[in-house]
C-alpha cells in the first residue's frame, strides 16, 4: 500500500494541468485569428470537403445543401489533442509524433463526418442524429482514447541515457477498469447514440413505457397510495407523468452490458447477464416512478427526482466501485455509504451557494425544464468528493494537494461548459440534449478523478 506522498509526481500532474490548460487557451486563441482561420482553417475545411465529397459521390441534395464552414474544420477537437500531447512530460520527439498522428486522425475523422452528414441530409432525423449526438461522442471517444494510447507509448520510450519523464514510467500500476470493459462500453455507447432514432420512436419500446407506468402503479396502490394508469401516463396525487421512450432508454443499458461481456467468465454467465437485461431495467423504470410515493419531508418536488433518477443510481453505482476498487470486500460497502452520505450532505448544504459561484460567469440560466443544467454543479462536486472519501481518504499516500487539484479542475470545467453551452445557445441556437447534461455531470468528476490518481501516482 502507498505510505508516503511522492512530491515529484504531485509536481508533475499539477505542472502537466497547467501547461494543458495554457496550451489549450493559446491554440484556442491562434486558430480563431481571422488571418488562420482565412489563409489556413477555411482552405483545409474545403478541401475535407472535395474529399468527402470524392469518397462519398456527394455532400448534398438538390434542395437540401450541407454548408461546410469553418464550424465544420474540427479546430477545437484539434486545439485539445495538441494542447494534451504538447503538455505531456515526453521527449519533443514523440511530441512531434504524437500530435501529427493526432491532427491526421482527426482530419481523416472530420473528412468522414462530413461525408455522412451529407449522405444522411435527406433524412432531418438521420442528419440531426449523426450532427448533434453520434459524431460528437466518436470524436471525444477517439480523440480521449488516442491521446490516452499515446501517453502509455510515450512512457514506455524514455530517450536513451535520460530518466523517465513521466511518474508513470516508473509507478507500479493502481488497479484499473479493464481494457474489455474500457472497449465493451466505448462501442455500446457508441451504438446506443446511433440506434436512438429507431427506440425513441419505436412504438414497441413506447408500450414498453406504458407497461412499467401500469406496474407502477398496481405497485402503488399495494402500499396505499392512489394512483392510476392511461396508456403512458401515471397520475397520482402528487401529478401526473408521462412515461415516454426517453425516459426508459438510460445510457446504463449499454454500460451494463459492457460490464456483462466483459467480465463473464463462462457462456452461461454471460447469457444469464444478457437476458437479465429486459427484466431489470424494467425493475428499475418501475422504482424510478415509486418516487412519488416519498414523503414531501423528503422531497419537494417529485418530478426532478424522477427525471434525476438514472443520474442519481449511477452517481451511487460509481461510488460503491471506487470503494470496492480501493478497500475490496464487505469494508467496500461502509466506505461507500460514508461517501455517499458526506456528497448528499454536501450537496444540500453547500449546494446552492457553489452553483452561484460556477454560474455567474455564465450569466442568465439556460432553458432547462428538467433542471439538469442547474443540478450540474452541486452533483458534480458532491460525487467528487464521494469518491475521494470512499475511495482515499485513509491514505496518507493521497495527499489534499491532489484533492484540491482536481477539484479546481473540476470547478474550471464546469464554468468553461457552462460558458460553451450559453455560446451554442446565443450564436447558434443548439441546446445541449438532457442525457448529455447528466452524462456529464457523472462522466466529468469520475474523469477528473482518475487522472489526478493515476498521473501522481505514488511511489510504493
Keep these: 500500500m502507498p505510505t508516503a506522498t511522492t512530491p515529484t509526481s504531485f509536481r508533475e500532474a499539477r505542472n502537466f494541468a497547467l501547461r494543458a490548460v495554457a496550451w489549450s487557451l493559446g491554440l484556442f486563441g491562434l486558430l480563431r485569428l481571422p488571418w488562420i482561420q482565412s489563409h489556413a482553417l477555411l482552405p483545409v475545411t474545403q478541401a475535407q470537403a472535395r474529399v468527402a465529397t470524392a469518397l462519398f459521390a456527394a455532400t448534398s441534395l438538390p434542395g437540401l445543401p450541407v454548408d461546410v464552414t469553418l464550424a465544420c474544420s474540427g479546430a477545437d477537437a484539434t486545439a485539445l489533442c495538441l494542447a494534451a500531447v504538447i503538455a505531456y512530460p515526453a521527449t519533443w520527439r514523440m511530441r512531434l509524433a504524437g500530435g501529427g498522428a493526432g491532427l491526421a486522425l482527426i482530419l481523416s475523422l472530420n473528412t468522414l463526418r462530413i461525408g455522412t452528414l451529407g449522405r444522411a441530409v435527406a433524412s432531418p432525423a438521420w442528419f440531426n442524429t449523426?450532427?448533434?449526438?453520434?459524431?460528437?461522442?466518436?470524436?471525444?471517444?477517439?480523440?480521449?482514447?488516442?491521446?490516452?494510447?499515446?501517453?502509455?507509448?510515450?512512457d514506455r520510450?524514455?530517450?536513451?541515457?535520460?530518466?523517465?519523464?513521466?511518474?508513470?514510467?516508473?509507478?507500479?500500476?493502481?488497479?484499473?477498469?479493464?481494457?474489455?470493459?474500457?472497449?465493451?462500453?466505448?462501442?455500446?455507447?457508441?451504438?446506443?447514440?446511433?440506434?436512438?432514432?429507431?427506440?425513441?420512436?419505436?412504438?414497441?419500446?413506447?408500450?414498453?413505457?406504458?407497461?412499467?407506468?401500469?406496474?407502477?402503479?398496481?405497485?402503488?396502490?399495494?402500499?396505499?397510495?392512489?394512483?392510476?394508469?392511461a396508456a403512458n401516463v401515471l397520475s397520482t396525487p402528487r401529478g401526473g407523468f408521462l412515461v415516454t421512450q426517453e425516459c426508459i432508454s438510460t445510457p446504463l443499458i449499454p454500460?451494463?452490458?459492457?460490464?456483462?461481456?466483459?467480465?463473464?467468465?463462462?457462456?452461461?454467465?454471460?447469457?444469464?447477464?444478457?437476458?437479465?437485461?429486459?427484466?431489470?431495467?424494467?425493475?428499475?423504470?418501475?422504482?424510478?416512478?415509486?418516487?412519488?410515493?416519498?414523503?414531501?419531508?423528503?422531497?419537494?418536488?417529485p418530478l426532478f427526482f424522477v427525471h434525476a433518477f438514472y443520474q442519481l443510481l449511477l452517481g451511487a453505482v460509481v461510488v460503491f466501485l471506487a470503494a470496492l476498487w480501493r478497500h475490496g470486500g464487505r469494508a467496500a460497502l461502509g466506505h461507500a455509504l460514508v461517501g455517499v452520505i458526506v456528497g448528499v450532505l454536501l450537496v444540500h448544504l453547500l449546494g446552492p451557494f457553489y452553483t452561484r459561484l460556477v454560474t455567474y460567469p455564465a450569466g442568465a440560466p439556460l432553458d432547462d425544464p428538467q433542471g439538469a443544467i442547474a443540478f450540474l454543479p452541486a452533483f458534480q462536486v458532491g460525487l467528487y468528493l464521494a469518491l475521494w472519501v470512499a475511495a482515499l481518504i485513509n491514505y496518507r499516500a493521497v495527499g489534499w494537494k491532489r484533492f484540491l487539484a482536481g477539484f479546481a479542475i473540476l470547478g474550471l470545467t464546469q464554468t468553461a461548459g457552462l460558458l460553451a453551452l450559453h455560446v451554442l445557445t446565443t450564436h447558434s441556437g443548439l441546446t445541449a440534449h438532457v442525457r448529455d447534461v447528466r452524462g456529464w455531470a457523472v462522466a466529468g468528476p469520475v474523469l477528473i478523478f482518475a487522472a489526478v490518481v493515476n498521473i501522481a501516482r505514488p511511489h510504493r
Excluded: K, N
Aim: proline share 8%.
Design 130 to 154: 449523426l450532427h448533434v449526438y453520434v459524431w460528437p461522442a466518436v470524436l471525444t471517444l477517439a480523440i480521449a482514447g488516442y491521446v490516452f494510447g499515446w501517453m502509455r507509448l510515450a
Design 157 to 229: 520510450r524514455p530517450s536513451s541515457g535520460e530518466r523517465p519523464s513521466s511518474p508513470l514510467a516508473t509507478a507500479r500500476p493502481a488497479p484499473q477498469p479493464t481494457r474489455r470493459f474500457i472497449f465493451f462500453a466505448a462501442a455500446f455507447l457508441v451504438l446506443f447514440l446511433a440506434a436512438s432514432p429507431f427506440y425513441l420512436e419505436s412504438p414497441s419500446v413506447l408500450a414498453l413505457a406504458g407497461f412499467i407506468a401500469r406496474a407502477a402503479a398496481v405497485v402503488l396502490g399495494i402500499v396505499g397510495i392512489s394512483a392510476h394508469a
Design 255 to 301: 454500460i451494463y452490458l459492457a460490464a456483462v461481456c466483459a467480465y463473464s467468465t463462462t457462456w452461461r454467465r454471460l447469457t444469464l447477464g444478457a437476458l437479465a437485461t429486459l427484466p431489470l431495467f424494467i425493475a428499475l423504470g418501475i422504482v424510478r416512478l415509486l418516487v412519488v410515493a416519498l414523503p414531501d419531508a423528503m422531497m419537494a418536488s
